[in-house]
């Protein structure tokens, strides 16, 4: 395992800049007003070539510890436990204040080694708040712009001495790890991949925690707490395992900000929140719409649903809060009819109900996962995949409008996740919707893509009699939008 870095400060000094710089990437959210992480977020973290775990946590605030800045205080506590070093952040510019002294006496009382970073000391503007920080007893101040990137290897000098040994005997055992691999073994299935999307105050994050057995992510009764995509790497013990698998499986649990209508977002920062929740669903193999039980299927719920498919994912519909559940029964069959008619494009997508506050049904929702997850990376065999085409078109033939007959001569699949056909033949663009219908639904029902989107396109051989050099291409009806 990589060495554990957790950073912590008050809000606004620049952690999760300082986050970004770190793993290179622009993952968390930044923004001028403070507070806007409130979760922990994890990245692989590279300084001078010395490798570790980055953890980016909430501002540290002095508030009663049932609210919401106490409970992120709390989760910023925990963060700290277990970890090898921590990067303590103040704002050199605004020099030390009374809540950087309180975080100061705290970390003094921690058996964590900690890095003093005085960040945005870029010019002379942050002097006095350096000279300031050594009255914290931490030791010499690392100067850094974290925006700019100045001072990087300063904070390089004060990490390694902590962290530079382990850093190294975790390289040496991945390249031993490496030098070792057979390239020719089958490479396992990673991890996977499954996002918890939906309306805010839908339970996403709590189901998150019972799913871990741990209050990891930051909860309430607030609405819109979750900000960033938070990604969290977990085994999962099925109690039912199937013959053929293993018992213990890989996955990584994606929380998402909850998406309300685009009207309602007005805010940046909620704007750069739903933005981050949709880059979730790309990175995701399998999406989980949560529902909430006291308020049903709402239009919205169906617009993150068209959303997740139109962008190839696998879908699946949970039910949350079914321990309150009012006429169960009706709200279920009533929720199924509605998918029915508003996800015309996917029929069968699997409706399960859960409790993130029981955890009756979680069991059930991950199987159910892993097996549409299957379905979603299946490829057919060339031969059953034809004789599914022959026999289609002999049931169905291919209408002749004005009396020219439309000719389907072979399908082929070319790729997966999500399952992608081309098929060929001549006067396709005559080739109606309805039709391109019928064979999308075929192939869901008779070759085991029931609830999976599915891309068909159709492409004609190219005319070299044609003046034209662009006439007589390709001709790709549905692709990105049938299935």
Known sequence: MRPTVIIIGRPNVGKSTLFNRLV??????????????????MGDAELAGMKFTIVDTAGWEDEEAESLPGRMRAQTEVSVEGADAVLFVIDARAGLTPLDEEIGRWLRAVDVPVVLVANKAEG????????????????????????HG????????????IIGEDADAEEEAHAELLANHDPEEDAPLGPLKLAIVGRPNAGKSTLINRMLGEDRLLTGPEAGITRDSIAVDWQW??????????????????????????????????????????????????????LDATQGLEHQDLKIASMALEEGRALMIAINKWDIAEDASGLFNGIRAALEDGLAQVRGVPLLAVSAKTGKGIDTMLAAAFDLRESWSKRVPTAALNRWFDDAMEANPPPAPKGRRIKLRYITQVGTRPPRFVIFGTRLESLPTSYERYLVNGIRSKLGFDAVPVR????????????????????????????
């Open 237 to 290: 013990t099925n109690p039912k395992p199937k013959p053929d698998e293993e018992a213990v499986r890989d996955i990584r649990l994606i929380d998402t900000a909850g998406m309300r209508k685009k009207r309602n977002v007005v805010e940046k920062l909620e704007k750069l929140s739903v933005a981050d929740a949709r880059r979730a669903i790309d990175f995701a193999e399998v999406v989980v719409l949560l």
């Open 150 to 161: 100045e001072g990087i290897a300063d904070l390089f000098e004060g990490l390694w001495p």
């Open 456 to 483: 068909v396109s159709l492409k004609s051989p190219k005319n070299p009699y044609n003046d034209n050099k662009g006439g007589g291409g390709n001709y790709s009806g549905g692709s990105g939008s049938k299935g």
């Open 124 to 147: 002379k503007a942050g002097e006095n708040g350096m000279l300031e920080s050594y009255s914290l007893g931490l030791g010499d101040p690392r100067g850094i712009s974290a925006e």
């Open 24 to 41: 290179g990437k622009k993952l968390a959210l930044v923004d001028d007003q403070p507070g806007v992480t409130r979760d922990r977020r």
